[in-house]
């Protein structure tokens, strides 16, 4: 049984929705109403326990929209979402999810941000903020711990909502680029953090990033998305033993499995994953 089992789900936004400015309108030699077109296209795919799934797809294809559906926000056309083998489709609070944009609260410090999860499931145990000092040490942020959000530049707020993200209760970890507004070197360090507190947690992770070489080192397999409407081109299996570190990046392998998915991530490609 799967921690997460995502089955073949379709979504297609309301035409007046679109966020590209999709308005309801007629083909005037038809006189037919467009509709838009689907955003997810019958999307399977799975977290096993304990495993660090990446989803790699071009800007656009939806993989923002999975992480709202699997967290419930959104209800799919059709499909279903299985956590543990059972049917959670649109039921919320299941995931520990991190958004792609920051949402750290501007009213509480760093501290009550990290803990505001557990607060609010009322599952705040005598050691959190033992264990939230400690990982705000880890992310060099432990002197900011009192401090409200405004004065922490923008990578420093984004570690401080992945560190909430990963100390929530719930066993599925959603990351929506956690590292994307980091700059190479400390993306490189928070790479390292995430593998040294993950390895060995148990949890299991869905991770959406732009990078490859950032999901061949982090990963036990990656999904690649067609572009809109997404749909899952590639499943790829990422060979290399854990504890995993850099030394993997100089492998031949690694080498190859970029190139393999750079070929695929190709805008030209279509949704089979042949060329146009
Ligand atoms: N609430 C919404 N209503 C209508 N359209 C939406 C809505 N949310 C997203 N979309 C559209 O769905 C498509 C997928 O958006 P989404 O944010 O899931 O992409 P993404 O793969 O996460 O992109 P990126 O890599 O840039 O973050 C886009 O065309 C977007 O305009
Ligand atoms: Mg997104």
Redesign the pocket.
């Known amino acids: 049984m799967s921690k997460l089992e995502v089955n073949g789900i379709t979504l297609t936004?309301p035409a007046e929705?679109?966020?590209?400015g999709w308005r309801r309108r007629f083909r005037p030699n038809r006189k037919r109403e467009v509709s838009p077109p689907p955003?997810l296209k019958n999307l399977t795919l799975q977290v096993e326990d304990g495993e660090f799934v990446s989803v790699i797809?071009p800007?656009?294809?939806?993989?923002?929209?999975l992480f709202h559906i699997i967290g419930g926000v959104l209800q799919p056309d059709s499909g279903t979402v299985h956590m543990d083998g059972v049917d959670v489709t649109g039921r919320r609070g299941l995931i520990s999810y991190m958004p792609?944009n920051n949402t750290l609260l501007p009213w509480r410090t760093v501290l009550q941000n990290i803990l505001l999860v557990q607060e609010v499931e009322g599952t705040i145990h005598a050691g959190a903020k033992a264990e939230a000092m400690e990982g705000l040490r880890r992310i060099g942020l432990e002197a900011y711990a009192d401090a409200y959000p405004h004065v922490l530049s923008g990578g420093m707020q984004q570690r401080a909502a992945f560190l909430r993200a990963l100390l929530s209760p719930q066993e599925l970890l959603c990351l929506d680029?956690p590292f994307g507004a980091l700059d190479a070197l400390t993306r490189e360090e928070m790479q390292h953090w995430l593998l040294s507190m993950w390895e060995g947690s148990g949890r299991s992770v869905l991770f959406v990033t732009?990078s490859i070489e950032e999901a061949l080192l982090l990963s036990d397999r990656i999904f690649i998305l067609s572009s809109?409407p997404a749909a899952v081109i590639r499943e790829i299996q990422v060979p290399f033993a854990r504890p995993r570190t850099d030394a993997v990046k100089l492998l031949p392998e690694f080498t190859e499995l970029r190139r393999t998915i750079y070929e695929l991530l190709k805008p030209d490609r279509q949704p089979d994953g042949t060329s146009s």
């Open positions: 936004f929705a679109g966020a590209s955003v797809g800007s656009g294809s939806g993989k923002s929209t792609q680029e732009h809109k």
